[in-house]
């Protein structure tokens, strides 16, 4: 199974700070990879597919990058509504297999 | 508007059995592969299986092996998750999931809200 691992698993930031994730694959997935957020009580949004394309009507402020096994995941201005649990995953292989989640709160 | 509703979840006692299911619409269904995830209270994601769109396709995460059988009725538009001999580790909210196309191996793009599964006795 490929072990996808992501840090931190938590962070506190202030509004209009630039966030970021990392979540690295135990192997190479190329460009396999979603970063999904989850709020509180509600299922998983997508974000950002195929590592670095952001999802329809997703704000600009969320972007990723990476390929391979390395892989970056980015707010660029934070808001008070990105208040949330981000996750990675990767499809390149069966079992899908996710991070293990990084919660964001304000600082 | 995609929507997935699923149903099914309960309380139940360790070794009994449960039956999940999830309604889809919004989308041709029998164009897509769709999964089941699951998330226990307060911890991270799990895939649990998932199933191509002709059910020719059919995988499973290694602790529900033998256990859980996924099934879908595409002239339904639903999805099923038959869950035998259930473990208190497989207390979790259950969540059903769209693929991007019709092979499991693709990403997730749309989720329910889940079904809370307990296993308590």
């Known amino acids: 199974d490929i072990q996808m691992t992501q840090s931190p698993s938590s962070l506190s930031a202030s509004i209009g700070d630039r966030v970021t994730i990392t979540c690295q694959a135990s192997?190479?997935?190329?460009?396999?990879l979603n970063w999904y957020q989850q709020k509180p009580g509600k299922a998983p949004k997508l974000l950002i597919y195929?590592?670095?394309n952001l999802e329809t009507g997703v704000p600009s402020r969320f972007s990723g990058s990476g390929s391979g096994t390395d892989f970056t995941f980015t707010i660029s201005s934070l808001q008070p509504e990105d208040i949330a649990t981000y996750y990675c995953?990767?499809?390149?292989?069966?079992?899908?297999?996710f991070g293990g989640g990084t919660k964001v709160e304000i600082k | 508007e995609v929507q997935l509703v699923e149903s099914g979840g309960a309380l139940v006692q360790p070794g009994r059995s449960l039956r999940l299911s999830c309604a889809a619409s919004?989308?041709?269904?029998?164009?897509?592969?769709v999964h089941w995830v699951r998330q226990p209270p307060g911890k991270g994601l799990e895939w649990v299986s998932g199933?191509?769109?002709?059910?020719?396709?059919?995988r499973y995460a290694d602790s529900v092996k033998g256990r859980f059988t996924i099934s879908r009725d595409n002239a339904k538009n639903s999805l099923y998750l038959q869950m035998n001999s259930l473990r208190t580790e497989d207390m979790a909210l259950y969540y059903c999931?769209?693929?991007?196309?019709?092979?499991?191996?693709?990403?997730?793009?749309?989720w329910g809200q889940g079904t809370l599964v307990t296993v308590s006795s």
């Open positions: 999931a769209k693929g991007r196309h019709g092979g499991i191996v693709a990403r997730i793009d749309y």
């Open positions: 995953q990767q499809y390149d292989n069966l079992p899908l297999t």
């Open positions: 195929d590592a670095s």
């Open positions: 192997q190479d997935i190329s460009n396999y």
């Open positions: 199933i191509s769109w002709n059910s020719g396709s059919i």
């Open positions: 919004g989308f041709t269904f029998d164009d897509y592969a």
